[in-house]
């Protein structure tokens, strides 16, 4: 039986892999310049790599005919690298054949990790996800959609206003990390009281995402985000049964009374939900502001298109933030059954095996944009897969995330148009997200 130190347990979490696999050759002549002698995708080492030396070895794995396998596929430990665009959105797309079950990240969340706290639905398949994904869909109301957005306004110009007064030095815990963090607890209906505690337990939960510790190859301490996520759904719960006898106009309210197919969300679904939404929806938008920030003060050319015109470029600028900065690298998925990729004739890959979609590389693929690594607000069409390839688990909270970012940019630049970042962003290296730690700006 596993025990908590063996696990992970949620949305964020990677290839923790002690047994790496034989580095793949990628020495090539015609890279002189990025050669990259050895990589495997699946060792901490790799995601230390300065960017430059990753985005090399992702283009030189693009050249390849098909997807290079990380690992040992006589055992099947290891998985297939989708590193193109194509490929990222076949997987996304056919989900009878790329399956989510057991778990999108790696190490899969342990059986009993599930019981104890419900499935989240990005780990689930039809029809299980289709029902939960029913429920939350009939929440998410229009009259629960436009008073968010009045709530994005309002929260955005709060902090603006925060800003200008207590002048902050870190973005990211000032403004990144606050924003979504607010949103989400507004739109769930969670009173001011539990907040801080639940942001504590939230960055405790991350807290060791990424390869941050150079001494051990592992790459978190699942046992102290189990014990805060266990309080977390504690609160939650708490709130759903209070709601389910008194409801408000909230989301917490209308997923607990929401009866779709007979059926609504129990207590335990609705704290992995709670959860869910808290590590999907604050920590991808904080990192995507961070960047975007930091990529509009290092591309003055573009910071001045977009402020020569902001309603008209802003969501653009916000789209190109999300392809260039990719906030989540990857996800795995798991192959139901034999297929052939791209078609009859593509590179088999067996049932049983794992694949892992690397959206970054996906959104600088050279076949879709031309031009992938430069950061261009008006690239059109931008058909990037920052919020996942398309397909049944199309990021929930693409529309939100979008609204987060245009109102607190609009807020920040209409008020503070000398809003910049200074230095470099204080990075996590990580192979499931792109993390920022802080960012030191002025305005
Ligand atoms: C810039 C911000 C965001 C990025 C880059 C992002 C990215 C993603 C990605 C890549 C996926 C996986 C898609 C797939 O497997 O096909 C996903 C799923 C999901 N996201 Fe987001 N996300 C963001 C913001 C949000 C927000 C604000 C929320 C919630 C309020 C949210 C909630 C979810 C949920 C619930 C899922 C799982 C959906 C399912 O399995 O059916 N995300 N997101």
């Known amino acids: 039986m596993e025990t908590p130190a063996d696990t992970t347990e949620s949305f964020a979490s990677f290839a923790d892999r002690a047994d790496a696999a034989e580095p793949v050759d990628l020495a090539g002549p015609t890279d002189a310049a990025h050669r990259v002698a050895a990589v495997d995708l699946a060792d901490p080492a790799f995601w230390r790599l300065p960017a430059p030396a990753r985005a090399a070895a992702f283009a030189e794995l693009r050249r390849r005919p098909g997807p290079v396998y990380f690992g040992d596929r ?33 190490p899969a969340p342990a059986r009993w990790v599930r019981l104890l706290f419900g499935d989240s639905m990005v780990n689930l398949d039809d029809p ?42 870190d973005f990211v815990s000032a403004v990144a990390a606050e924003l979504p963090f607010q949103v989400i607890c507004t739109m769930m209906g969670i ?5 801080r505690e639940i942001l504590d337990l939230v960055n405790r939960t991350s807290a060791d ?37 008194r409801p ?6 209308a997923l607990v009374t929401a009866d779709v197919d007979g059926r609504r969300l129990t207590g335990r679904e609705l704290g992995a939900f709670f959860t869910l939404l808290l590590v999907a929806g604050v920590e991808t938008t904080r990192n995507a502001l961070a960047h975007g920030l930091y990529l509009l003060t290092v591309h003055p050319e573009q910071r001045a298109l977009l402020l020569a015109d902001l309603d008209g470029r802003l969501e653009g600028a916000v789209d190109e933030m999300v392809r260039h900065a990719t906030p989540i690298i990857q996800f795995h998925r798991t192959v139901a059954v034999d297929h052939e990729l791209g078609g009859p004739g593509g590179p088999l890959l067996r ?19 031309p031009d992938p690594d430069a950061f261009d607000l008006t690239r059109t069409p931008n058909p990037h897969v920052g919020y996942g390839g398309g397909g049944p688990h199309y990021c929930l909270g693409a529309h939100l995330a ?30 499931f997200d792109h993390r920022v730690r802080s960012l030191r700006f002025t305005f």
């Open 191 to 195: 009173p001011e009281r539990p907040r």
């Open 351 to 369: 049932a049983g095996e794992k694949v892992a979609l690397y959206y970054g590389s996906a959104n600088r693929d050279e076949a879709v944009f």
């Open 128 to 169: 299980r996800h289709a029902q939960l994904r029913r429920i939350v869909s009939r929440a998410f109301t229009p009259r629960l959609l436009g008073r968010v957005e009045e709530d994005v306004r309002r929260i955005s110009t709060a902090l603006v206003d925060r800003v200008e007064r207590d002048r902050p030095e």
């Open 402 to 431: 979008r609204q987060e970012m245009t109102a607190l940019f609009r807020e920040l630049f209409t008020r503070l148009p000398e809003a910049r970042s200074v230095g470099e962003p204080e990075l996590v290296p990580s192979s």
């Open 74 to 106: 006589a055992t099947g430990r290891g998985f297939h690298a989708l590193v193109r665009h194509a490929d990222v959105v076949e997987a996304s797309r056919t989900p009878a054949v790329f399956l989510s079950g057991p778990g999108v990240t790696t």
């Open 248 to 253: 408000a106009e909230d989301l917490i309210s």
């Open 209 to 245: 995402i990424g390869v941050a510790r150079t001494l051990s190859r592992r790459l978190r301490s699942p046992g102290r985000g189990l014990r805060a996520l266990a309080r977390m759904q504690v609160i939650v719960a708490g709130i759903g049964r209070e709601r389910r006898r």
